[in-house]
Structures are given as C-alpha cells and as structure tokens.
C-alpha cells in the first residue's frame, strides 16, 4: 500500500484545508493510498475532507505565528514561542526522522513544516514541501534590532527548507528564496455546488434579505459587535463560535446544517481576513468578499491583489469592523463590479497531484 507522511502546520486551519484537495487528487492516480497525517489540527477537520485512508498522529510540527485572534499577531510571543521550538534542534530533527522511518512512508509531503523537511531528508525520504508561502518568509518582517537569536532562527528555518527536493507552490504565491527548486501550479480549491435555498430555510432568511458568512479560518474571532450587527435591517449573519442568545439576526455555524465550503457557495457575501482558501473559493464561486486587513502577514498583499483583480471587493478597516461600522461598506460593494478577468482555473490541485504521483 503507497503511504505518504504528510505534515500540516496546524496554523489556523488553511494548511489543512490546502492539502485535503491535493490528497484527494493524489488518492483518484495513486490507488490503494494511505496518509499519515502528522498535525495537531483536530481530527473533524478532515473527516468530511478526505476520501482517501488516513490516520492521525499528533505532534507538533510548526509554530507559524503566535495570535491574539485573527487579526493581531503577537510578535515577542511569537518569537518567544519559535525559540522554544528550536531549542535543541538537532534531537527534535532526529526524533521526527525515527518517527517518518518507523512508518516508512514513500513519500514526505510538508505544508510548510521546515521540521518535517529536515526530518525526511534525515530519514532519507524524498521530501516536498507544498505551500503558498514559507515561515522564513512570514518572520522577516518581525526580525528585531540587536536580537541574534531571532537571525539564527531565521537561517535555521532557511537551512531546512533547503533540503526539500522540491516546493509545490499554488497561485496565488509568495516569492521564496529557501527552496531549491519551485514548480508554481494553478490555485487549489475544492469545487462545490451552491445550496442557496436550504441555507435560507435553515437560517429563516427573507428573499429580500442578504447573508453574510463571517469566516476567519481557525483562529477564533471574539471581536464581533453582535449588538450592532443585530440592528443591521437587510442582513442575516452566519459565524464561527457561540453566539448570545436571542438574536435574531445572527446563527452559529454550527447551528446550520451545511458544511462550510456549502456556506461559502451559498452566501450572498463572505467577510473575512484574506486568508488562502476562503479568498481562492469566494474568487472561484463569484462570491463578493469584504476583507479586514493585518498589513502584516506575508502572503496577504497576494491574496488581496489577486481578490481584486479577479473578484469584487471591498476592505473594512479594523476599526470600523470593531466597532460594528458595517453598513456603509457592506450597502457599498454591491454597487463594485464584478471583475471581468476570469481567474486561473482551481487546477492545483490535481496538478500538485500530477507531480506528487511520480514520487510515489
């Protein structure tokens, strides 16, 4: 049976929701696949995700960015955290390839573990890396005056990413330099059919009302101005996590009885921090998406200037969306048009499977 070890950042849920697709794709030219899915992402996730066999086995595999929700990124915890993530590097390498050559996998496929990377190629595994952007990446702009530590563990990061065989990376990317060699693919997404009347029904929304999905990935949100959303005539709101009770206007998600990429198809507009996925399928499915901005993170000037080159869109600033400012922006996008570029076909995945397949 072909077996690949696949380690997923557990940073939020978009790395995993990037490789379930290609997984899939992999599993439909590589018969009788299996993944070992080394993570700490919850195993919900991908229980109506993958359609190949897998089994979890947890373990720590990045750090990515510590965050106080998210829209804010916690600098000196993150740092702080990537530190103790490093302290003895070399016996973390070395317990991570005895773990990848007790399973014997035939393949290493890291989003975007630099650990995983050096791991396999210590175990001798061919390793490839498969992602949009790289942690080397996402820390330089935070590096420090006067702060060593922070530059060695920014070259250490480097160093491993370097022994990867190759990176897969989906459009919309960010450039990389740590990789030996980079294949660019077609962005990865998964196709899905709207459902736009049960998401109605379920929700009890009016034809002449308007629903917002508000999806921030897997970090949780607790800066909703429910109160003021409430107040807001035309619109019924769907959101990840608790909401208070006897509101009329605002549903859990876990209330609907929709998956989330049904929701995504579904809504008549999506508000959201530019994050991968949620940007490539609102683009895909002609979603229009108000987004909050961090100015901070390293693929998000990709992700917006790809939302307007190939969608409709509209930023909401971090203050407005605090403070329950909503109304003019969301009245406002309606009268954005819709680009006229089509976007690169969602071919990613099937292409990142293309090449995963001649590993295996």
């Not at 019924?236 to 009329?248: A, C, N, S, T, Y």
Request: proline content about 9%.
């Amino acid at each position: 049976m072909p077996l690949i070890w696949c380690s997923i950042s557990s940073h939020g849920f978009g790395h995993a929701a990037q490789v379930a697709p290609v997984l899939n794709e992999l599993g439909r030219l590589v018969p009788g696949l299996k993944a070992i899915l080394r993570t700490k992402v919850p195993p919900w996730f991908f229980a109506n995700r993958l359609t190949i066999p897998w089994e979890l086995s947890q373990a720590e595999q990045d750090i990515g960015c510590v965050q106080g929700g998210p829209l804010a990124i916690d600098v000196s915890a993150t740092w702080a955290e990537h530190m103790r993530f490093h302290k003895d590097w070399e016996t973390k390498v070395r317990d991570e390839a005895r773990a990848i050559q007790s399973a014997a996998p035939n393949l290493v496929l890291s989003d975007i573990s630099h650990l995983a990377i050096e791991a396999g190629a210590t175990a001798k595994r061919r390793t490839v890396g498969l992602c949009n952007l790289s942690w080397d990446r996402v820390l330089e702009p935070f590096l420090e005056p006067g702060m060593p530590e922070q530059i060695k563990t920014l070259q250490q990061i480097e160093r491993s990413y370097g022994m990867a065989e190759l990176l897969i990376r989906p459009a919309p990317g960010v450039p990389m330099k740590a990789f030996p060699k980079i294949v660019d693919i077609g962005p990865i997404g998964r196709p899905t059919s709207p459902n736009r009347l049960a998401l109605r029904e379920s929700i009890g929304a009016p034809p002449e009302e308007r629903v917002v999905l508000i999806a921030f990935g897997g970090v949780p949100l607790d800066l909703l101005p429910f109160e003021k959303l409430e107040q807001l005539a035309g619109y019924r709101f769907i959101v990840g996590g608790p909401v208070p009770e006897d509101l009329l206007r605002i549903r859990s998600h876990s209330s609907v009885p929709l998956p989330f990429n049904i929701l995504l198809a579904s809504a008549d507009l999506i508000v959201t921090k530019p994050g991968y996925s949620t940007i490539v399928e609102a683009v895909a499915h002609h979603r229009p998406v108000v987004y909050i901005r961090r100015y901070n993170f390293a693929d998000e000037v990709y992700l917006v200037e790809y939302l307007h080159r190939y969608g409709q869109a509209a930023e909401l600033s971090v203050e407005d969306f605090t403070a329950g400012r909503w109304e003019e922006t969301l009245n406002a996008i309606w009268a954005i048009p819709q680009s006229k570029d089509m976007p690169p076909p969602a071919t990613g995945a099937t292409e990142a499977a293309e090449i995963l397949a001649k590993y295996l």
